[in-house]
């Protein structure tokens, strides 16, 4: 019959117990002391009685490889990717590690150090960017050049661990050693410089001789580190000389800007002048060789003409003549006519004299072109017509 029933029995109840313990909390003084009774059991301690029981060993030995096993499981370690870790025993170096899951006899026997390898260090010397302290550090900044000038020089140096052990190991106090090294190499490099040098033409000649003087002294000690990049963040001369300075830059671009404009204008006037001259020098040896071949034609002219008259001097002068006289008459508008002992009257086409008058120029022209070349050999049968621009040997 169920407890819930007519004449059920209610000592059923399920809930009646936990109204009961709702009521009647667990008594905390003897759960302390069970726990004491449990320990005891297994370190040693009084009974109920009061009588000392000796700790039990199966005991001492559980607890015992637990806090072994806890002491071993401590070794672990993880080095992340891009970090080394350098193992030490009692101090003393023993292993580097990889990236991964790696064990080292617990402290204190063992200890890791993990090194950042691949992250970029820099160093800033002459200036701080961040910080409480910004702007110039004039202690680290103003160096002495080679023509005793003072100038303020900026400079940012990267770097990385390329051996962990080194890096710890080797050199005390890393940041500081590398800071006095890079101080030291820049000050002897600036040093053998001229001002002019430095502030204008060499920065990268310097930043490039600077980067090889701060690794040839760190690798030198050993350290493990490499310089990645020196970068010249600034170099000027000191502020109190600055507007001085200014003025000395601003007088050295004049001066050049002068200069390259004289020069921009030489090289558009000398190519031009040079033309000019061989232009008048080809014409003048033009000229020459048309002269000297216009005179050795008038002289074969006259040698052949010359020739002819010593055979026929009659002939020869009353062609000439005739030769001359056309010549000279084609160019007018001037008409002779001979009516001696006759007084018929006689037409003139003057439109076809004229017409005739520019044939005979024309004919004259080419003549005289042809004998230029080379004269042709004189005979009875075809006499060349001379210009009549040489004179004739007249026997008159």
């Known amino acids: 019959m169920s407890w819930n029933e007519p004449g059920g029995d209610k000592n059923k109840d399920p809930w009646s117990g936990r109204n009961e313990d709702k009521n009647n909390p667990p008594d905390l003084d003897e759960a302390l002391r069970s726990l004491q009774g449990k320990l005891g059991g297994l370190f040693g301690g009084s009974n109920s009685d009061g009588e000392d029981t000796p700790p039990s060993m199966k005991g001492l030995g559980f607890v015992a490889v637990g806090a072994l096993a806890l002491w071993l499981a401590s070794g672990f370690y993880i080095v992340d990717e891009g970090n080394r870790g350098v193992e030490m025993r009692f101090g003393q170096y023993t292993n580097s590690t990889q990236p991964g899951l790696n064990w080292k006899f617990p402290s204190p026997i ?32 103003l160096m002495l050049t080679k023509d005793e000038n003072i100038v303020d020089v900026r400079l940012a140096v990267q770097y990385q661990v390329s051996d ?37 033409e060499g920065r990268t000649q310097i930043v490039a001789d600077i980067k090889t003087e701060i690794q040839s002294v760190i690798d030198s000690y050993d350290s493990g580190i490499m310089i990645t990049s020196v970068n010249l963040q600034d170099a000027q001369p000191p502020e109190q000389v600055q507007s001085a300075f200014e003025d000395a830059i601003k007088a050295r671009e004049d001066e050049q800007r002068l200069i390259n404009e004289a020069e921009a204008y030489a090289n558009d006037i000398v190519p031009r002048a040079r033309g000019a001259a061989a232009r008048v020098l080809q014409e003048a040896e033009g000229y020459k060789s048309r002269i000297i071949a216009s005179a050795n034609g008038d002289v074969s002219r006259f040698s052949q003409i010359l020739t002819e008259y010593e055979k026929a001097p009659e002939v020869t002068r009353q062609r000439i003549y005739l030769d001359t006289m056309e010549e000279v008459m084609s160019g007018t508008d001037t008409v002779m006519v001979d009516v001696q002992g006759s007084n018929n009257m006689m037409y003139l086409p003057l439109d076809q004299l004229a017409k005739k008058s520019q044939a005979m120029k024309a004919r004259a022209k080419n003549y005289q072109t042809a004998a230029s070349s080379a004269a042709q050999p004189y005979d009875s049968t075809n006499t060349p017509r001379p210009s009549g621009r040489g004179r004739s040997p007249r026997g008159r």
């Open 110 to 141: 063992e200890k890791v150090e993990i090194v950042n390898v691949a992250q970029i260090r820099s160093l800033e010397v002459g200036y701080r960017s961040g910080g409480g302290r910004k702007g110039t550090v004039s202690k680290e900044a």
């Open 164 to 200: 962990a052990k080194k890096y710890l190991f080797n050199i005390n106090n890393q940041t500081a050693t590398l800071k006095q090294v890079i101080e030291s190499a820049e000050r002897g490099v600036v040093g053998g410089n001229t001002m002019d040098f430095v502030l204008t």
